[in-house]
């Protein structure tokens, strides 16, 4: 059987510009190209999409549970893979699960099973993402502060032994707990560094940014604010060319005019891009669930403890794509760039992921011209329909 497929009947958007009445060609798990529909070969498996859009696969790089699961809970190779089928409804065809604050034993598991995820080649598992537990107690948000820690020499090394067992990780990080030294490291050895939940001042985060930490996690969120005196971190990561920001887009974390004024400040070349920050809630029904002990409800759209303090969020990838399309009126090609090209840019992987050109992935979406899902796929293969 042939391992060459052509997707036809649809417009086709490649990260650049779009593609009508063309054919995506694709050969043993990546594009191959964007053709004619009268010169697709003559082997190659045909789908006929019957209308709609083809875009680049959704990269969410923050994503804590899906599924009824939190991957605090269910640390394993198993758990990882639950929460990547669960996104793939929703269009996240690569992400980076992520482990709220939690013990050695627990980040120790997980780095385990992201080894194994690895190695099974679990659709969609890009790598890790640890949040945590080397964060700013006075911006510690919903994560538990009995587990918030300085960054040790142990923790250093656990890290460092994912060094090419897994495709990507990114850990999240405050000034007060970890050095610029253990930035470097982490950086040298290919890890991405996010500056978050931290009461840094502008100048300090400058200097993190220029020992190697590359993101800024969840804008706005956890973080110092920016002040006509003081510019926080908030400033810090607008006008800081080279870091890029993930931003939660559902109009709860932050507020629409404030993600446009932060789309139009920043400086690039970094950019601004959307995660979810997904807990388990995720294509379920589920009314609350519990982290490091605690309940989470999930009420309008919001997931809070019981004090009210915001704990992730209750939004897919798609859904966050509509958002900033018909909230802040960006174009469509803009929003599905914030959660495709620029997440893959943020983790120096824009050689190979978020765009549909010859070499790259075959990570793509068939959308209706709405933008309701029609089919998810992941290296080629239909993931879900």
């Known amino acids: 059987?042939?391992?060459?497929?052509?997707?036809?009947?649809?417009?086709?958007?490649?990260?650049?510009?779009?593609?009508?009445?063309?054919?995506?060609?694709?050969?043993?798990?990546?594009?191959?190209?964007?053709?004619?529909?009268?010169?697709?070969?003559?082997?190659?498996?045909?789908?006929?999409?019957?209308?709609?859009?083809?875009?680049?696969?959704?990269?969410?790089?923050?994503?804590?549970?899906?599924?009824?699961?939190?991957?605090?809970?269910?640390?394993?190779?198993?758990?990882?893979?639950?929460?990547?089928?669960?996104?793939?409804?929703?269009?996240?065809?690569?992400?980076?699960?992520?482990?709220?604050?939690?013990?050695?034993?627990t980040t120790a598991a997980v780095v385990a099973a992201g080894k194994r995820a690895t190695e099974e080649g679990v659709?969609?598992?890009?790598?890790?993402?640890?949040?945590g537990p080397h964060l700013s107690l006075a911006r510690k948000g919903a994560h538990d502060p009995k587990l918030i820690r300085p960054m040790e020499e142990a923790d250093l090394d656990l890290i460092l032994s994912c060094q090419g067992k897994m495709p990507a990780l990114m850990t999240t990080i405050a000034p007060e707990n970890v050095t610029t030294e253990q930035v470097a490291r982490l950086a040298a050895a290919g890890f991405v560094v996010s500056l978050g939940h931290t009461e840094t001042d502008y100048d300090t985060a400058r200097r993190y940014a220029e020992a190697g930490a590359r993101t800024v996690t969840h804008l706005?969120?956890?973080?110092?604010?920016?002040?006509?005196?003081?510019?926080?971190?908030?400033?810090?990561?607008?006008?800081?060319?080279s870091l890029h920001a993930g931003l939660i887009a559902d109009g709860i974390h932050v507020h629409p005019a404030s993600m446009a004024a932060a789309l139009r400040a920043k400086n690039g070349p970094g950019k601004i891009f959307i995660v979810?920050?997904?807990?388990?809630?995720?294509?379920?029904?589920?009314?609350?669930?519990?982290?490091?002990?605690?309940?989470i409800l999930r009420q309008d759209g919001r997931l809070t403890l019981a004090d009210g303090t915001l704990a992730g969020a209750d939004i897919d990838m798609l859904s966050s794509v509509r958002f900033v399309h018909e909230a802040l009126g960006l174009p469509l090609e803009e929003a599905v760039s914030m959660a495709s090209a620029y997440p893959a840019e943020a983790m120096g992987l824009s050689d190979r992921k978020g765009a549909l050109k010859p070499g790259y992935d075959a990570d793509f979406l068939l959308l209706s011209d709405s933008l309701d899902m029609k089919s998810t796929w992941i290296g080629g293969d239909c993931v879900h329909r």
Do not use: Y
């Open 220 to 241: 706005f969120n956890a973080m110092s604010p920016l002040g006509h005196r003081q510019p926080g971190l908030v400033g810090a990561a607008l006008d800081i060319g």
């Open 1 to 105: 059987m042939t391992s060459r497929k052509a997707i036809t009947g649809a417009r086709i958007f490649d990260g650049s510009s779009w593609h009508d009445d063309a054919a995506l060609l694709i050969f043993d798990g990546k594009i191959e190209a964007i053709l004619a529909p009268a010169a697709v070969p003559s082997d190659a498996e045909k789908t006929d999409a019957a209308g709609g859009l083809i875009v680049p696969g959704f990269i969410d790089l923050q994503v804590n549970g899906g599924g009824g699961v939190m991957l605090n809970d269910e640390p394993t190779a198993v758990g990882l893979r639950k929460i990547c089928a669960a996104h793939a409804k929703f269009g996240t065809t690569a992400l980076l699960p992520t482990l709220i604050t939690d013990t050695r034993e």
């Open 276 to 295: 979810t920050d997904a807990m388990s809630t995720i294509g379920t029904d589920l009314k609350s669930f519990m982290l490091n002990g605690r309940e």
């Open 123 to 131: 659709p969609g598992f890009l790598g890790l993402h640890l949040e």
